[in-house]
């Protein structure tokens, strides 16, 4: 007898150490709720001190929109409808922020089967549900970017295969215009789609051009922070602006040269934000003929209102000058 009651202290304070020490919150919780025995765990997580949790119920911190179905299937596990539940839900931190949970509630009988109290062990899965919202946020971003590239990429294929030109032509500025827009797109990638200094986008967009001659670009201006569709759009711009100097302009001559500059202007609590490319010593251009392309309508219409600016192309006889005028509230980025 005396061997068996050491046995049997022995095993309780087994049980009572797995309590205390498990890696989650554990708890003794009555039927109306009450706190009756809680382990540290549990008190980290929500906290409270012991005397604190001890006083209130698990109802007084769980959110309203979490209870009623908590309680429901409390219900159906004292009746002995279900063996036990497991469900997430939000508890209210002591500090007043939201914590997400995960609880199991079993049930503690006595020798006759009969209900004593619940004995909950709850899980805080706050930092997973918060992964799970940026993945879902993210998930919806790039269904949205994609939607927006495939309609990019179906105005580009539509303008640049016209009736008028060439297969052979309107193949290569198809193609180039693609190549600019992937180029955007591996930058901003690199830049988790948080936008890009515009120095960074318009080096991207000019790349392959200066392979032949650095010399021929004049490239200055302060760092300047662009949104990601801000960003894609001036890449595709300079690109379009960089291929017609090498067929028609600037850079289709041997004198040739390219300046590209920016500012930010401030004037009475706002910011003018003005971008320039200028041509020198290339061939007299003139104003095309015609309604114009692909390059003029992103350059005079969708380049200027993603910025909510204004833009200018002159046809002066030094060469092309491209000049897009941004007002912003000096707070805001582009």
């Excluded at 919806?140 to 939607?147: G, I």
């Excluded at 930058?187 to 010399?215: C, H, N, P, Q, Y």
């Excluded at 992103?298 to 000058?321: K, N, S, V, W």
Aim: glycine share 8%; proline share 4%.
């Amino acid at each position: 007898m005396l061997h068996q009651r050491g046995v049997f202290h022995q095993e309780a304070g087994l049980i009572d150490a797995t309590f205390e020490n498990a890696a989650v919150g554990m708890a003794h919780v009555s039927f109306q709720g009450r706190w009756l025995r809680v382990n540290e765990k549990l008190l980290d997580i929500v906290g409270y001190s012991r005397e604190e949790l001890l006083q209130i119920t698990f109802q007084d911190i769980t959110h309203p929109d979490d209870l009623d179905a908590d309680l429901e299937q409390l219900d159906a596990l004292i009746k002995g409808d279900i063996p036990a539940y497991t469900m997430e839900k939000r508890y209210f931190h002591k500090d007043g922020g939201l914590i997400w949970i995960n609880l199991t509630v079993g049930l503690q009988r006595d020798e006759d089967g009969e209900p004593l109290f619940c004995i909950s062990a709850i899980e805080d899965i706050t930092e997973r549900k918060a992964n799970e919202e940026r993945l879902r946020v993210l998930v919806d971003e790039l269904n949205h970017r994609v939607k927006n590239t495939l309609a990019t990429v179906q105005a580009i294929a539509h303008m640049s295969f016209r009736k008028d030109e060439p297969i052979a032509d309107a193949r290569a500025e198809f193609t180039s215009r693609l190549h600019a827009l992937s180029g955007a797109h591996d930058l901003l990638t690199e830049e988790k789609w948080m936008g890009a200094d515009i120095m960074s986008v318009v080096d991207r967009a000019l790349r392959a051009f200066r392979l032949a001659d650095e010399t021929r670009f004049h490239v200055a201006g302060p760092r300047i922070r662009l949104s990601p569709r801000a960003a894609l759009t001036l890449a595709m711009a300079v690109n379009e602006l960089a291929t017609n100097a090498v067929k028609y302009g600037a850079l289709s001559v041997p004198d040739g040269s390219v300046q590209i500059a920016w500012g930010r202007f401030g004037k009475e609590g706002v910011d003018e934000i003005v971008f320039k490319w200028i041509e020198s010593n290339g061939p007299e251009v003139s104003m095309p003929d015609g309604s114009g392309g692909f390059g003029s309508t992103l350059l005079e219409r969708i380049l200027p209102g993603d910025f909510q600016g204004e833009a200018e192309l002159e046809y002066a006889p030094t060469g092309l000058r491209y000049t897009l005028t941004a007002i912003r509230p000096r707070s805001a980025d582009i």
